[in-house]
């Protein structure tokens, strides 16, 4: 088989493993806690939907790619909750070492792509770094929204939590954090994220 080929197809099968990462944030009917790869197909398809809303010109295609990648780190270094201060201490070292191993399954070429864009969604300094934040903190707060604030509750997030996390997202789009701030003291009025 062609070398390439091959690298390709051990890639591609590598990252089916993101379907077996799960999320605290369940689905919109509360039946269940979505995959990374869910999350990353929803973030993705919203990042089209809603790229009318950058504070400035996105490239789209890279924002989707880039959402689509952003997670697939998760593979090594398990999904760290949002909202988790323990996790989050070793997080960083964490993916990147997961980023070395699986982008560099890849053709070189594809390989340093494809961690170029995720290198660029964590150092959150261009205008698609930036929306593609604003997507992939906007989902689970609808998400949580549309299940009655059901992770949130189970772990007992403050709305200055919220706050914190979401501080730079006035940064991609300006518009889309009102929504996201009405959604956050909704759900404050309604108990299910502490007025902390």
Do not use: C
């Amino acid at each position: 088989m062609d070398e390439r080929l091959k690298k390709q197809m051990d890639f591609i099968l590598e990252v089916d493993k993101i379907k077996n990462i799960g999320r605290q944030t369940y689905l919109s009917d509360g039946k269940r806690k979505e995959n990374d790869a869910e999350h990353s197909w929803h973030v993705a398809l919203m990042a089209f939907l809603l790229k009318e809303y950058a504070n400035e010109e996105v490239d789209v295609l890279k924002v989707m790619t880039m959402v689509l990648v952003h997670d697939i780190v998760e593979i090594d270094a398990g999904d760290t909750y949002a909202y988790d201060a323990e996790g989050n201490k070793t997080k960083e070292a964490r993916e990147k070492a997961a980023a070395d191993r699986i982008f560099g399954l890849l053709p070189e070429d594809q390989g340093s792509y494809l961690k170029g864009l995720w290198e660029e969604f964590e150092a959150y300094e261009t205008m698609e770094a930036k929306f593609a934040h604003v997507m992939d903190n906007f989902q689970p707060l609808l998400l949580n929204d549309a299940s009655g604030g059901k992770s949130w509750v189970e772990h007992q997030v403050k709305k200055t939590q919220t706050y914190k996390r979401n501080e730079r997202i006035p940064e991609g789009s300006g518009k889309l954090w009102e929504q996201m701030e009405q959604i956050i003291l909704k759900n404050v009025e309604k108990g299910n994220l502490r007025d902390a």
